[in-house]
């Protein structure tokens, strides 16, 4: 586990990669977003596979995120009426699934907050 105030964790569902889409499952997987600032740690988006888990899958350093979008619509039966937000980074777009819309608009609110992007109303965060 890294270092760094624990600013949000739930469950989400997560997409594999783009190229990926179509033919792999979306995973349930326990996330902890984390604040570095008072450590001197990065931003990070930390996935692990269960809320049990000591060790990360993988650790999205913040500083490469781009831009984030929340409300997204998928054609997948299994995602109508989900609510689906990304994280666009330098070398990947992460696909993400919240159990509600409330849950999925603190998240996008949290990583925004932290990646310095200005929330605007059209559910879109970016770099001003």
Known sequence: ????????????????PEKKLRRYAWKKRWFILR???????????????NDHSKKPIR???????????????FKRKEFQDSFVFDI?????????????????????????????FNQSDDNHGRKA
């Open 59 to 73: 650790v999205i350093d913040l500083h490469c995120c781009e831009q984030v979008d929340a409300g997204l619509t």
């Open 35 to 49: 604040s570095g600032r008072m450590s001197g740690d990065p931003d990070v988006l930390e996935y692990y596979k």
């Open 88 to 116: 666009k980074t330098s070398d990947r777009t992460f696909y993400l699934v919240a159990e509600t819309e409330e849950e999925m608009n603190k998240w996008v609110r949290s990583i925004c907050q932290l990646c310095g």
């Open 1 to 16: 586990m890294s270092g760094g105030e624990i600013i949000f964790q739930g469950w989400l569902r997560k997409s594999p």
